[in-house]
């Protein structure tokens, strides 16, 4: 064995509480307590705290996703005789009866991505289909229903624009680290 003593293991933290099915998780990725993924990707270095759910996403690399967060919510269908789970989830109420797929299929296509070094904050609701760029912020209890920009502070229900926070150094900076290159002596709000 040949491990170089300075850093810990890199494979992915899974709390034992959490589920996660058809996911792939990056080095040293972290799953909190009782937080429920599918079929979502989630970069090297980028956590989910406690309580969260997060389906059909793509989640770059030194993402802070902070507790009780949903991430691509579900959107009940409002053209059928009920918006109840019975409309395109029967299985779980009558035998013999599967899940409607062609409804699973429009979810599957409704991705969230999400950048390298985002923060969501706690309890944000990220909807279907939103990309939220590299180096953006979402503020607590925000409800993000519009992409939101590379750098860009958003927060509010629904999420607005407060502020854009990019120091040139810096985005450079986690842009080369999510590519695997060194970065030294930048600080996220250092003066260029």
Not at 10 to 38: D, M, N, W
Not at 66 to 78: F, G, M, Q, V, Y
Not at 107 to 127: C, E, K, P, S
């Amino acid at each position: 064995m040949n491990a170089d003593l300075r850093f810990t293991d890199p494979a992915p933290r899974i709390h034992s509480t959490a589920q996660t099915k058809g996911c792939r998780l990056g080095r040293y990725a972290s799953v909190g307590e009782r937080t429920v993924l599918r079929e979502v990707s989630v970069g090297d270095f980028s956590y989910f705290e406690r309580h969260c759910e997060a389906i059909y996403a793509e989640i770059g690399k030194f993402c802070s996703i902070a507790a009780n967060s949903r991430i691509n919510a579900l959107e009940h269908p409002l053209d059928r005789a009920t918006t109840h789970k019975v409309s395109y989830r029967p299985n779980e109420y009558f035998r013999f009866m599967g899940v409607d797929q062609a409804f699973r299929e429009r979810r599957r296509a409704q991705r969230v991505t999400i950048g390298h070094d985002v923060w969501i904050g706690h309890g944000a609701v990220i909807m279907p289909g939103i990309t939220i760029a590299t180096g953006s912020a979402i503020g607590a209890n925000a409800v993000v229903t519009h992409d939101v920009g590379a750098y860009e502070i958003v927060a509010g229900s629904p999420a607005r624009l407060i502020n854009r926070d990019c120091f040139p150094p810096a985005c450079t900076g986690v842009v080369g680290l999510a590519a695997g290159q060194a970065v030294r002596g930048h600080s996220r709000h250092s003066e260029p």
